[in-house]
């Protein structure tokens, strides 16, 4: 049976998508391809992953709209969901908290109940590293408390974590939420820094950078987080009345999917001037709204769990990203 997956024309929804495919599944894709950036970025995601393999279905649909949800997968069977779908950016959401909650909010409870009345075997949601907000203790372990967003994005994915682990305790429905740490790689998103340092030293452009440059980020490359996710994908949380990662005794985990390796924020800018052989020039401003000083995945509990072990260092990884990027933007190398 198929697995539905949301948020496939986003970036890590169109890795894994391609990745799947490559081993045999069958997928259902859905997103609503908003202009929150490019959408021709999510055209040509979704115009690769058909390269790689067409065995996959496409509705562009809104999925906090439950009515347009059901109806789109009226005749559509899966047994898997792996939720991707969501507003994204911690500074767009001070300037539109709507769109935050009706996505983040009545979307994840749309998909849950989608789950529960399709009774899955396994619904993996992502959630994210700005749920720590400006914990002082590293790394970050999903142990800790996370009472204390200091954005609303985070407040969001805090919120979609409560209600997950309501229906995993009312419907015993298995579930896994994956924090994710600063994804980056090819066909990564225009709103975080990679792309936007890139594209400003390919162009002789100053960057903005926050805090004066004094902040640290665990950066993780798409491949690993791709990797991390099948591997959860096929270890459902077993109904077994034991705690599991994140303290839930129903059959919900939360893992840590990050690097293990944070980075300060200097060296990420040099690497990636080497990367694009170019110097950047640099405006500093002051710590935004909403930011957090330092994030550091503690990977222990999914490590143990299923396994995951990144692999890929930043200073292969970004080479990675500003090769692909010029690519993209017919860059000559």
């Not at 009545?106 to 749920?131: F, P, T």
């Not at 060296?267 to 990636?272: C, K, P, Y």
Request: glycine share 6%; charged share 20%; aromatic share 10%.
């Amino acid at each position: 049976m198929a697995i539905l997956v949301t948020g496939i024309a986003g970036f890590i929804g169109h890795a894994l998508a391609k990745a799947l495919l490559l081993r045999g599944e069958q997928i259902i894709g859905i997103d609503n391809l908003n202009t929150y950036y490019d959408p021709a970025l999510k055209q040509a995601r979704l115009v690769d992953i058909a390269i790689t393999n067409r065995d996959f279905v496409f509705h562009k649909v809104n999925f906090a709209d439950a009515e347009a949800l059901d109806a789109a997968l009226a005749v559509s069977r899966f047994d898997r969901i792996v939720h991707l779908g969501a507003q994204a950016g911690v500074r767009y959401s001070i300037e539109n908290p709507s769109a935050y909650v009706q996505s983040n909010l009545v979307g994840h409870a749309n998909i849950l109940e989608l789950a529960r009345k399709r009774e899955v075997v396994h619904l993996i949601y992502a959630s994210s590293s700005s749920v720590y907000g400006m914990a002082k203790k590293m790394p970050l372990s999903v142990d800790d408390r996370v009472d204390h967003p200091v954005s609303l994005y985070a407040a969001t994915k805090k919120a979609d974590e409560l209600m997950s682990e309501t229906y995993a305790h009312l419907y015993r429905l298995p579930m896994t939420g994956l924090r994710f740490f600063t994804v980056y790689g090819p066909w990564g998103r225009p709103d975080m820094a990679p792309w936007k340092f890139t594209k400003a030293i390919l162009n002789g452009e100053p960057i903005t950078v926050y805090n004066k440059g004094n902040m640290k980020r665990d950066f993780t490359y798409i491949d690993d987080i791709v990797t991390g996710i099948i591997a959860t994908l096929d270890a459902p949380p077993t109904d077994d009345r034991t705690a599991k990662a994140g303290g839930s005794i129903s059959p919900h985990a939360i893992y840590n999917i990050g690097n293990n390796q944070p980075v300060a924020l200097m060296d990420f800018i040099q690497t990636i001037e080497q990367a694009c052989d170019r110097k950047a020039e640099m405006v500093m401003k002051p710590m935004q709204p909403g930011d957090v000083y330092e994030t550091y995945a503690d990977i222990d509990a999914i490590a143990n769990a299923v396994g995951y072990q990144p692999t890929t260092s930043l200073k292969d990884g970004i080479p990675s990203f500003v090769e692909w990027y010029k690519d993209y933007h017919k860059i000559a190398m």
